[in-house]
């Protein structure tokens, strides 16, 4: 998300606005071969960032997709508490 246009949501205040922002991976060539475009990872970064410095809350939603699911378990048993709740299928 470009700054400029966060900074045109944060401005909003609305007390339950949320932005949700899908990762399919956490290792960007993965992240861009599944959208299929190169970039896509870092300006996906840029845009959460560009977000929350505007005060704009976002919500990660992460994609486990079986290429990247072991490194989501080691990042998931690594941060416990981080989320209320999980769901996994395959």
Same mark, same amino acid.
């Not at 045109?8 to 399919?24: F, K, N, Q, S, T």
């Given at each position: 998300?470009?700054?400029?246009?966060?900074?045109? @949501?944060? $401005?909003?205040?609305?007390?339950?606005?949320?932005?949700?922002? @899908?990762?399919?991976?956490?290792?960007?060539?993965?992240?861009?071969?599944?959208?299929?475009?190169?970039?896509?990872?870092?300006?996906?970064?840029?845009?959460? @960032?560009?977000?929350?410095?505007?005060?704009? $809350?976002?919500?990660?939603?992460?994609?486990?997709? @079986?290429?990247?699911?072991?490194?989501?378990?080691?990042?998931?048993?690594?941060?416990?508490?981080?989320? #209320?709740?999980? #769901?996994?299928?395959?």
């Amino acid at each position: 998300m470009e700054e400029g246009f966060a900074q045109g @949501l944060g $401005r909003l205040r609305h007390p339950e606005l949320m932005v949700g922002i @899908l990762l399919y991976s956490d290792l960007p060539e993965e992240h861009d071969h599944v959208v299929q475009a190169r970039g896509a990872y870092d300006e996906t970064v840029r845009g959460i @960032l560009n977000q929350k410095r505007a005060g704009v $809350r976002v919500e990660l939603r992460a994609s486990s997709m @079986l290429s990247s699911t072991s490194a989501f378990q080691s990042w998931r048993a690594s941060s416990p508490g981080t989320c #209320s709740s999980w #769901s996994t299928s395959r």
